[in-house]
């Protein structure tokens, strides 16, 4: 098996609830202790307003005991290091390279790939989890405007050392009409940053340079009151890296053509929305490499069942998120009072059941492979 990695190695990136049907997978995979030890162990979802006083938020218990006590916030680099971990050498990686092309060649059932660095090589299949953006997609599957429905957000984060105030193990979050920015603290006295702007608040494009991304951040969180001026004054310090995108999904009604697959946010982006993307990319791969192992050799037949058994459930999830959408950078100072008072609520279990019960329960059943 061979992994190629865009990226040179493994690093930052944004903090991610990790539960639900990943800590299945996880599990399965050993990975629970390890993932624990990595873990940030939230104790506090709280909104304030401009001046910083709490108007609403939660206890995250309500997740662990919605969950059975399976729900941890982690990096999502330190999850991908942890299960490239696993592979323990079972295969061949290639960091800072890219597929560029693919040629299926059906005489010799063959899958012949270009690279963005390596000779060209072939293969028996190509598995695209290179994520919303998936270039493997783009090229078994054609240009990514077919299939992306963005939801009006984008999203940024980014990281510092050293800011203050810290509130460790809460995640604070600020809310104006349209806009949303939360900090949360990190071990070695590092701090992350999320913004979420509905796209009116974002004058053309999604910004391509880091330049015009400091730009975008500071037209429209000016205003914003709280701790907006010290966090834009950070951020126009920070040389390191700045995640900016739209909030899309990907909606597809195949993910498979010939040789080539997709799986995760290259198949089926639920977006941050949906607040477990990374578990259900993970089932997905589960199944996926479940079914190749379950109809030994016949690839057609196991992609086939692989999207049988996800596809519908996959699209369930991303039309919760794209409803639950609103909730995250309300439009009005109305909205933002209601989300706040739901979410005060929230610490009355038959109330918590009512509106998240049924999100962080997944109805399905993952079949027991064994391999
Ligand atoms: C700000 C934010 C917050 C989120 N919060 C949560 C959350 O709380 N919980 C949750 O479960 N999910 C969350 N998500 C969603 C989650 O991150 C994704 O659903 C999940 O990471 C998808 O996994 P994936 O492996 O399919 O894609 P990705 O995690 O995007 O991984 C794709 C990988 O492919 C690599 N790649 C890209 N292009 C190429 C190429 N051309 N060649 C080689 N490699 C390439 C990338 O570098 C990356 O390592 C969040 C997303 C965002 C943006």
Not at 169 to 184: D, E, I
Request: charged residues 25%; contains cysteine.
């Amino acid at each position: 098996m061979l992994l190629v990695a865009k990226a040179p190695r493994l690093r930052g990136g944004y903090v991610i609830d990790f539960w639900a049907v990943g800590s299945d997978i996880a599990e399965k995979m050993g990975l629970i202790p390890r993932l624990e030890a990595l873990g940030y162990s939230v104790r506090e979802v709280r909104f304030v307003d401009r001046r910083g006083r709490k108007r609403g938020g939660f206890p995250v218990a309500i997740f662990r005991r919605l969950t059975g006590d399976r729900f941890t916030s982690l990096r999502r680099t330190d999850l991908a290091a942890a299960i490239c971990g696993a592979l323990d050498g079972r295969a061949d990686m290639v960091f800072g390279d890219s597929i560029a092309g693919i040629e299926q060649e059906e005489k010799n059932g063959r899958v012949r790939l270009r690279f963005d660095r390596a000779a060209p090589r072939e293969v028996d299949l190509v598995v695209g989890a290179d994520g919303l953006h998936s270039r493997v997609r783009g090229l078994a599957f054609g240009p990514e405007a077919g299939f992306e429905l963005p939801l009006g957000h984008h999203v940024a984060a980014f990281e510092l050392a050293g800011y203050r105030p810290r509130d460790e193990l809460v995640f604070v979050s600020h809310n104006v009409p349209g806009r949303q920015v939360s900090r949360f603290t990190l071990r070695d006295n590092r701090t992350l940053f999320l913004f979420i702007l509905r796209d009116e608040y974002l004058a053309g494009q999604t910004p391509s340079s880091d330049r015009e991304r400091k730009s975008a951040l500071e037209n429209a969180f000016a205003d914003a009151g709280w701790e907006c001026p010290e966090i834009l004054g950070a951020l126009r310090e920070a040389s390191g890296d700045l995640y900016f995108d739209r909030v899309s999904q990907i909606r597809m009604d195949r993910w498979a053509r010939g040789r080539a697959v997709l799986v995760g946010d290259a198949a089926a982006c639920v977006s941050l929305l949906a607040g477990e993307g990374t578990g259900l990319a993970m089932a997905e791969a589960y199944v996926l490499a479940g079914e190749l192992h379950r109809n030994a050799g016949d690839y057609a037949a196991a992609f086939a069942r692989y999207q049988a058994l996800m596809m519908p459930f996959l699209l369930r999830k991303q039309r919760a998120a794209a409803r639950f959408a609103s909730t995250f950078a309300p439009r009005t100072a109305f909205g933002i009072g209601f989300r706040d008072l739901v979410t005060r609520l929230l610490g009355i279990p038959s109330v918590a059941n009512f509106f998240i019960g049924q999100s962080v329960r997944d109805d399905i059943e993952l079949p027991d492979y064994r391999f």
